[in-house]
């Protein structure tokens, strides 16, 4: 069975500032798919795919995750990352934790070494440090930020500045995994959490249906379960990649004029990305072939 995989940067409006980023975005975005390839090709499974992934999007300012975070309206940077496993439907996830590098890889711990699904607060800094995840200082992520603005990938609207990373791959053995992770929204109250770390809002991934990372205004994920949405309209009316998508963007948009879009794998390896945004940077490897880097997705509505 050859695998697929797709990630992705964030959805987002079009502006001069990302127009001059764009050559720089796709080539990072590209880097990523192909260090992704290898641990495919090599028989890795979807999950250490989809974390891999996502690392190398935490570690790059030009996204709003990990080290590119936007801050929250008090200026401090707290993050959101989620993790599935479609084979067996194992998550893991943690909300509004800060000075974490990678917010995804503590995730995965909390799946593999806790009972539990989603940690914050304290109790998520305390087991971090438990398990001693690297640490960074505040100004790591004001940094990340200034090389962001530098680069031009920054606020095309500082009052709506948004966007997070994604991953979402199918391996070899046919199973499906997601992870998604983000510094959420500019200037969102402390304490808010978005639909990132909500398994079936902004991530999700079961073997029967597909796995799907989800980007956009976080609230309209959530009051619609996006993601649990495409989900279980591709495991109940059998849909497959390009079906589901159209059919999860369009309840988005009717429902609640959702703003954003996704990434999306089937339980065959079939790619498809929607967005009702601008923009949606995103890439994708179909069933082993060439890697692609775009802005817009094929489902724009
Ligand atoms: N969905 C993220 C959140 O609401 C932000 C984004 O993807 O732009 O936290």
């Not at 087991?127 to 603005?149: L, P």
């Not at 500019?186 to 249906?209: C, E, F, H, Q, V």
């Not at 990434?263 to 929607?274: K, P, T």
Request: glycine fraction near 12%; aromatic fraction near 4%; charge should be neutral.
């Amino acid at each position: 069975m050859s695998f697929s995989l797709m990630i992705h940067g964030g959805a987002g409006s079009a502006s001069g500032k990302v127009e001059r980023a764009a050559a720089r975005l796709k080539d990072s975005m590209t880097r990523v798919l192909e260090e992704g390839r290898r641990v495919l090709e090599h028989g890795g499974s979807a999950l250490e795919a989809v974390q891999r992934c996502v690392v190398l999007l935490e570690d790059d300012p030009l996204f709003n995750a990990g080290r590119g975070a936007i801050p929250n309206r008090d200026g401090n940077f707290e993050l959101d990352a989620a993790i599935m496993d479609g084979a067996e439907l194992k998550a893991g996830a943690v909300a509004a934790v800060r000075n974490i590098r990678n917010p995804i890889t503590l995730a995965r711990l909390v799946m593999e070494k806790t009972p539990h699904v989603l940690l914050a607060a304290e109790g998520a800094a305390a087991f971090a440090k438990e398990h001693h995840i690297a640490i960074e200082s505040d100004e790591y992520f004001r940094e990340g930020r200034r090389v962001a603005e530098d680069a031009g990938e920054d606020d095309y609207d500082r009052a709506k500045a948004h966007g997070t990373v994604g991953a979402v791959a199918f391996d070899k053995n046919g199973n499906l995994a997601a992870a998604t992770s983000t510094g959420g929204w500019t200037a969102k109250m402390p304490g808010r959490i978005g639909d990132t770390p909500i398994l079936g809002a902004g991530t999700y991934a079961d073997n029967r249906s597909c796995a799907l990372s989800c980007t956009g205004r976080g609230e309209d994920f959530m009051r619609t379960r996006l993601a649990a949405h495409a989900a279980s309209a591709a495991e109940l009316l059998g849909l497959n990649a390009n079906d589901a998508a159209k059919r999860a963007i369009h309840y988005l948009k009717g429902r609640v004029n959702g703003s954003g879009g996704f990434i999306l794998i089937d339980r065959e390896g079939n790619c498809a990305a929607a967005q009702t945004t601008e923009l949606m940077r995103h890439g994708w490897i179909q069933h082993g072939g060439p890697a692609h880097a775009s802005l817009e997705a094929a489902i724009k509505i």
